[in-house]
């Protein structure tokens, strides 16, 4: 027996010295994990795209050896960011188009449009981010100055929040819009007998039709293009709130060649033919593609005075905004939806919205459970709905930006009491439990660390106001951050696969130069992320 001993005590020292073969470690970290306990780590290890432990580094780097060790000096690593509402898509598609984000004034979009269509002559020019209420005079344009300048090329700019357009005669006639033309859910402005240019949510459908279509090329590069723009500024989920089948197919295929290597969680617009494809066909789910939705339209927009009220605008009298999807189609919608697997996901923004859509999700979701039926924006709540909010199945899904773009004249459109129900992210937070924060990019600028220093110092840029736009309704650091990934995680039902650096998710994590729990709070706009990883891979 003895002469076995050797080979014994030589497997044991062999066995002791094994280390188990993974792809990466990361170590000397400080890794906000965002499980359960909201535990800081220092380590973790990734294998075949998934994070295989996360503790110490001491135990990390006995268990395991890497192909690729990464000493990140003490950064601070979160799990990839998700944006729970935003529109991927229209940011690629933005970049192919005129830029009017930021402008002071409707010369100077008119500046730009003549200088992109010498730059890049087109035969319908477009354009994408004016908003009137950052302008001196903050009433719609008109057409006039667009007849003038482009008399001979039709011509359509679209408001930042995407519910209005302006456009020029060339264009309503190409779309066979005059001052009879009619269309339920929206508005064709009208003054002094004459068309003003201006179209408000559903008749913008009728340019729509006539705008030439884009090539598959252009397609696939406005995707490439909105892939680098999020990466660069550490998202590696995007909710797209609104898509159709021929998009999303694109998307899929592009992620099976590995050229999109973005995750999307995909919600189809409510059209009849993505209805009649999609619903049937039930939830479609790879690691990076997830369609199990429906993106629904109840009203327009605040800004635009689209917001579906319960009284009258405090700034318009007799205005009460319009339903842009009629109570009547969206009652037979929430049943056909109920029927099927997937979520319905509504944007509401003014109270009477908000209240019909809750309602209406309270009735059809009774004896349910684990629907996640998401209300996007809950933007102005009437204080006698926010308990529908305690139902599990509802979610609301926010985006704190808006709360620090509009908050310069929302409360003229809302009156001092109305407002109060407005923006009010704690007080969902707390009715609900749990709440989804995004952009809803390109209305908004993309970087997610904007969304957090809106959503805890409710001012903007310039430290304005100063004590905070209802400050009562900033949510803690810890809060926003679980809104940006496990909570997005949650409304995506994708919580069990990513949201938090956790034995057996996805290895998507983002390494930044500044520690975002603890720097002070103006510093949090400036954060730069240093590289995003997603399946434990830099991008």
């Known amino acids: 027996m003895k002469k076995y001993i050797p080979l014994l005590v030589s497997f044991i020292v062999w066995n002791c010295s094994y280390k188990e073969q993974v792809d990466l470690i990361v170590t000397n970290a400080n890794i906000y994990t965002v499980n359960g306990e909201f535990s800081i780590a220092e380590s973790f290890a990734v294998k075949d795209g998934k994070f295989i432990s996360v503790g110490n580094a001491s ?36 970049q192919q188009v005129v830029d009017l984000v930021g402008t002071k004034s409707f010369e100077e979009v008119l500046e730009r449009l003549q200088t992109f ?8 020019l477009r354009g994408r981010g004016w908003d009137q209420n950052d302008w001196e005079v903050k009433e719609f344009p008109t057409k006039d100055r667009l007849d003038a300048l482009f008399p001979n090329i039709p011509v359509a700019i679209e408001r930042v929040d995407g519910h209005a357009y302006l ?13 009879k033309t009619s269309v339920e859910g929206g508005e064709i402005v009208i003054q002094n007998g004459k068309l003003t240019g201006i179209l408000i949510d559903n008749p913008m459908g009728l340019i729509d039709a006539v705008i030439p279509r884009t090539s598959r090329k252009t397609k696939i590069q406005a995707l ?51 209805l009649d494809y999609y619903l049937p066909k039930g939830k479609i789910k790879t690691d990076r593609l997830n369609v199990q939705s429906v993106k629904v339209y109840a009203d327009g927009a605040l800004g635009s005075r689209g917001a579906a009220l319960k009284r009258a605008y ?32 509504t944007h509401a923004i003014g109270d009477s919205a ?14 349910e459970s684990n629907r996640r039926w998401r209300i996007e ?26 709360a620090t773009s509009d908050m310069y004249w929302a409360d003229e459109r809302l009156g001092e009491e109305r407002i109060k129900g407005a923006y009010a992210y704690k007080e969902l937070l707390n009715m609900s439990g749990n709440i989804a924060l995004g952009t809803d990019f390109p209305v908004e600028r993309v970087s997610p660390f904007l969304t957090f220093y809106a959503t805890v110092a409710r001012q903007d840029l310039e430290n304005y106001p100063e004590s905070g736009f209802q400050k009562e309704n900033a949510l803690t650091r810890e809060e926003t951050l679980k809104g940006m990934t496990i909570w997005a995680a949650y409304s995506n039902f994708e919580d069990t696969e990513k949201g938090s650096i956790e034995i057996g998710k996805f290895a998507d994590f983002i390494v930044l130069d500044k520690d975002i729990m603890t720097v002070p709070t103006n510093d949090i706009p400036k954060i730069k992320v240093e590289n995003t990883y997603v399946n434990g891979v830099a991008q």
């Open 59 to 94: 135990d990390i780097l006995n268990a395991y050896e890497a192909k690729e060790t990464v000493d990140a000096n003490g950064q601070t690593i979160l799990p990839g960011l998700i944006d729970a509402h935003c529109h991927f898509y229209g940011l690629g598609q933005n």
């Open 117 to 124: 269509q010498k730059e890049r002559s087109t035969s319908f």
């Open 167 to 179: 456009v020029n005669q060339e264009a309503l006639d190409l779309a066979e819009i005059t001052t």
């Open 224 to 274: 490439l293009d909105a892939q680098k723009l999020c990466f660069d500024l550490g998202l590696t989920t995007v909710s797209d709130a609104g898509l159709d089948k021929e998009i999303i197919e694109l998307i899929d295929s592009l992620q099976q060649s590995g050229d999109l290597k973005m995750r999307v969680y995909a919600m189809i617009s409510n059209k009849k033919e993505n």
């Open 314 to 345: 405090s700034d318009k009298k007799g205005h009460f905004g319009a339903m842009v999807t009629s109570p009547k189609n969206l009652e037979a919608l929430a049943v056909r939806i109920a029927n099927s697997d997937y979520q319905m996901n």
């Open 354 to 367: 908000n209240s019909h859509i809750l309602k209406t999700y309270n009735k059809h979701l009774k004896g």
């Open 377 to 402: 924006h809950a933007q102005v709540i009437d204080k006698t709905d926010f308990k529908y909010f305690k139902n599990e199945n509802i979610i609301p899904s926010v985006q704190p930006t808006h």
